[in-house]
Nanobody
Framework: QVQLVESGGGLVQAGGSLRLSCAASGRTFSSYAMGWFRQAPGKEREFVAFIVWDSVVTYYADSVKGRFTISRDNTKNTVYLQMNTLKPEDTAVYYC?????????????????WGQGTQVTVSS
């Protein structure tokens, strides 16, 4: 069993920054690849970023590349999403997810566990 809890969302002006955290319960956190997805009202959940188990490889959606940074601290069982230069189109519920897969990590179907989501709202 793995439980994921996101935090750090909120309301921010365009151009501002937020850091999301995802705390994982589980004794083999370091074995999982971790991803962030987001879902705006009326739209499908879309890929944002992933990071592999050893943090060597990260990958970002084009829409956030250069602005967002995913990282993890396996000693704390936590994955982060640093979001800079936020835009109104970044407004969404953000979800973290854990996967034992070694490929296909841009796809929702490859993830085994999901958090409850945290709201990010960017004004203007």
């Amino acid at each position: 069993q793995v439980q994921l809890v996101e935090s750090g969302g909120g309301l921010v002006q365009a151009g501002g920054s937020l850091r999301l955290s995802c705390a994982a319960s589980g004794r083999t956190f370091s074995s999982y690849a971790m991803g962030w997805f987001r879902q705006a009202p009326g739209k499908e959940r879309e890929f944002v970023a992933f990071i592999v188990w050893d943090s060597v490889v990260t990958y970002y959606a084009d829409s956030v590349k250069g602005r967002f940074t995913i990282s993890r601290d396996n000693t704390k069982n936590t994955v982060y999403l640093q979001m800079n230069t936020l835009k109104p189109e970044d407004t969404a519920v953000y979800y973290c997810a854990a996967s034992l897969a070694g490929n296909g990590l841009i796809n929702r179907s490859r993830y085994d566990y999901w958090g409850q989501g945290t709201q990010v709202t960017v004004s203007s």
